[in-house]
Nanobody, 126 residues
Framework: QLQLVESGGGLVQPGGSLRLSCAAS????????IGWFRQAPGKEREGVSC??????????QYADSVKGRFTISRDNAKNTVYLQMNSLKPEDTAIYYC?????????????????WGQGTPVTVSS
């Protein structure tokens, strides 16, 4: 069964850091672009960042709200994609999900992925 599992969330103070992980089970992430999305209470899911599939130049995209603070990366040996989040703000509070989505602005805005997992919750609060 093909599955993505998110982890690494937690409670952090404003200005703190977290690293989220997106691990694949049953398939290799090498062949997929991966996007990170988040959904805050009462809000729609939004795209945060994405990275192209291995061999496509490693291009990345970031939402304006996280540029300069978040970094997406791959560890092919561990079949995992990471989202390093620094200088966290209370408005980053949300459940974070990863998905196999083409790394384009269109698909970050309107993902077509349907097999969403449980996500990992991030709470930024003092």
């Amino acid at each position: 069964q093909l599955q993505l599992v998110e982890s690494g969330g937690g409670l952090v103070q404003p200005g703190g850091s977290l690293r989220l992980s997106c691990a694949a089970s049953g398939f290799s992430l090498d062949y997929y672009a991966i996007g990170w999305f988040r959904q805050a209470p009462g809000k729609e899911r939004e795209g945060v960042s994405c990275i192209s599939r291995r061999g496509s130049g490693g291009s990345t995209q970031y939402a304006d709200s996280v540029k300069g603070r978040f970094t997406i990366s791959r560890d092919n040996a561990k079949n995992t994609v990471y989202l390093q989040m620094n200088s966290l703000k209370p408005e980053d509070t949300a459940i974070y999900y990863c998905a196999t989505e083409p790394c384009t602005i269109v698909r970050m805005t309107k993902p077509e992925f349907t097999s969403w997992g449980q996500g990992t919750p991030v709470t930024v609060s003092s």
